[in-house]
């Protein structure tokens, strides 16, 4: 059936749809039963051939989205806490280092931090190549800790450039100056 408006013709798609969204997902099934490889590996070219323009429109997606998407994510927390609380459990398991950097950053917030950045503390490791930043000795693992150059208390940042590897001893031993 044509029609002039596009507008119309998308409020008639949609109807129609939703009167047979049943006998529409088995016909879309069954088409790609048979296809399914095919359709996987002409999806999967698509993707690394897109991957760029894919990655703007689902960042521009997620933005548009935000705030229904946090209201929808509480509303299901509120509803289902158990399920959330098993949820943040094997999350901390499978990622103890992200758990301890955020933990760090959100004690620099508290401390008053002027500005903080995401980074993961092994990142810093690796640039100051395993060498304490306050005796200039190797690090053992175990031993590691993160030192504020400008302390946070005296108004430093939690950034990458205000952050250097450190003896957790020496660290806590130097304390809070500068």
Known sequence: ??????EAKRRYDAERYARNRKAVKERVAARLKD???????????YRTAN?????????????AN???RDAATKKWSARNPAARSEQRRRSKKKHPDSQRDYKKRRKARIRGAARVERFK?????????????????PILSGDESLDHVVPVSKGGEHT???????????????GNRA
């Not at 991957?51 to 933005?63: E, N």
């Not at 503390?121 to 000795?137: Q, S, T």
């Not at 990458?160 to 130097?174: E, L, T, Y």
């Open 1 to 6: 059936m044509p029609y002039a408006d596009p």
């Open 160 to 174: 990458r450039s205000n952050v250097r590897a450190a003896h957790f001893v020496c660290n806590r031993n130097r």
């Open 35 to 45: 296809k399914l490889e095919e359709v996987r590996e002409y999806r999967k070219k």
């Open 51 to 63: 991957k760029d323009r894919l990655s703007q429109h689902d960042a521009a997606r997620y933005q």
């Open 66 to 68: 935000r705030e229904k």
């Open 121 to 137: 503390a092994e990142e810093i490791y690796e640039r100051d190549h395993w060498m304490c930043g306050i005796c200039h000795k």
